[in-house]
């Protein structure tokens, strides 16, 4: 199994910055990509960011130019920047990852999900 647990979450203010982190953990070979999904209450989950690991970048539309995902790939890791936060980023912010595991299985695992608030 690989276990991914976010940190970083918390309560800022609207024009303020916030860094998420998630690490994976367990069987890993290799992870192909990882990336950041939010779902806020009533609405469904939308994505906010992925990278492949060769770099290749997407993001939801409503943070391009506020947000930027990275990755260290020896530390299993990825990261999200979060700038210019705006009220309507609130929401819980989950992690996944796919990838192969070290007995060579296909994953594709999320985290428990942090919650990022931001007010007006």
């Known amino acids: 199994q690989v276990q991914l647990v976010e940190s970083g979450g918390g309560l800022v203010q609207a024009g303020g910055s916030l860094r998420l982190s998630c690490a994976a953990s367990g069987n890993i070979f290799v992870i192909s990509a990882m990336g950041w999904y939010r779902q806020a209450p009533g609405k469904q989950r939308e994505l906010v960011a992925h990278?492949?690991?060769?770099?290749?970048?997407d993001y939801g539309d409503s943070v391009k130019g506020r947000f930027t995902i990275s990755r260290e790939n020896a530390k299993n890791t990825v990261y999200l920047q979060m700038n210019s936060l705006k009220p309507e980023d609130t929401a819980v912010y989950y992690c996944n990852a796919a990838g192969v595991t070290s007995s060579n299985h296909i994953f594709n695992s999320w985290g428990q999900g942090t919650q990022v608030t931001v007010s007006s």
């Open positions: 990278i492949t690991r060769g770099g290749s970048t």
